[in-house]
Structure formats: structure tokens, C-alpha cells
């Protein structure tokens, strides 16, 4: 069994950031021991060069291997920059035993909108169809959702490019994509990919009674099952199936 944790939307720097909340998060996934960790986006507020060094000093007791990908906010006052330089990842893909996780870059600099591009999107599904040739499961990770999620009213910042991109995952039968941005957890299932938005893990810009959680994936070489884990709270299956 692969065991991946998914943190999102930390923003760092903003008014409503909990740093007692986030170091909660990491030490409780560092007790869960995951395969890998998928940080998808937000870390920071602003963009901030300060912001950024102050996230990847929460995250470097984050143990074992992660993938960062960047959100809107990171993109913001040239953080698209910035970011390169700090977490030393954009974009590519990491593969552990039978699993291949491709990162996308979905952020446009200065804006809340996201796009993936049309060289991103060719390059996405290269990548697909090289996992599949190695029979290895995939998950995408990238900071927009793809499809819009339950309980965030209007629909402003879903990608620009989001039916395109959104044919090429179902074409390339990827298994999970994983995404951040709109701060409310929540599973879809189309076809046989799951489509999974993350709530925030740090900021306090939650809607209704959500609280701050982060998602763990729990994948072998038959099932995937998806969990909601609150850092306050209790931990609940949002979705599963078998593969």
C-alpha cells in the first residue's frame, strides 16, 4: 500500500494563518508516515519572499519526500519566481514503486484564475501515457480544481482551460487528481478518476462549520480509498473504490 498525505492553502503571512494549527497538521501526518506528501498550493498569502522563507521553515519538519506545487496567491508580487527558488519545484513527476504523481503548474502571475496551458497539457499527457506503459497508478496534483465544488458559490476560478485538460485526464485514465484552492474538501468521480478538492490546513477562511483538514489517499494495487482528517476534529472517508 502507497500512503500519500495532502496538505493545501497554508497562507502563510495572512491575518488568519494558525501556525498552532499547521504544526498540529504536520506532526500528526509525520504519525501517519506517508509514501509521500503533496503540498498543492497557497503556501503564502502574498507571494512574499519573506512568506516564503517562513513556510518552508513549518515544512521542513515535514518528514519524508514532498511535492510542492504553486497556487494563485504564490504567483502573486513575482512569488511565481520566488517560488522556483525556494522549493526547488514547479513542475515534473515523482514516481514511487508503481505510482507516478505528475505536478502541474496551474497559476498565472498575478491572477486568481488558473490555467494549465497547451505545452503543459502535451507534456501532462506524455506522462500518462508513460505511466501506463509502466503500469503504474497516477495521481495529478495542481492548486485549481478542475471541476467546480459543492458549497463555494459562485464559480469564478475554476481553470480557464478546465474542459480540455479535463478530456486529457479521463483519455489518460489517471486514477486521483488532487487539488486545492477553494478551502472545502469534496470527492467527485467521473469515469474512473477521482477528482479531489482539499480544504485549507492553516487559514481560517472556511465556510459554515468547515475546520482546518487535510486529506490522506490510501492506494494499493486494488482500491483507493480518500479520507478527510480533521486537524481539530475527527477523520472520515470521503470517497473509495476498487481499481
Partial sequence: MILIAHISDLHVGAPNFKEDILLEAIRQINNLKPDVTVISGDLTDNGYYLEFLQAAEYLKDLRGPHIFVPGNHDARHVGN?????????????????????????????????????????IWMEEELEKASRRNHRTVIALHHHI????????????????????????????DLVISGH???????????????????????????????????????????????????????ELASRSI
Fill in 81 to 121: 519566481e520566488t517560488f522556483e527558488e525556494v522549493f526547488t519545484y514547479r513542475k515534473g513527476t515523482f514516481t514511487l514503486d508503481d505510482l507516478t504523481i505528475i505536478g502541474l503548474d496551474s497559476s498565472e502571475p498575478d491572477l486568481d484564475y488558473g490555467k494549465i496551458g497547451r505545452s503543459q497539457q
Fill in 147 to 174: 471541476i467546480p465544488v459543492p458549497k463555494t458559490g459562485r464559480e469564478r476560478n475554476v481553470l480557464a482551460d478546465a474542459g480540455d485538460v479535463l478530456q486529457s485526464i479521463i483519455n489518460g485514465a489517471a
Fill in 182 to 236: 477553494k478551502h472545502v474538501p469534496h470527492a467527485w468521480r467521473v469515469e474512473d478518476t477521482f477528482f479531489v478538492t482539499a480544504g485549507t490546513v492553516s487559514s481560517l477562511k472556511l465556510r459554515g462549520k468547515d475546520i482546518n483538514s487535510y486529506n490522506t489517499y490510501y492506494i494499493t494495487d486494488d482500491s483507493i480509498r480518500i479520507v478527510l482528517n480533521e486537524v481539530q476534529g475527527e477523520s472520515r
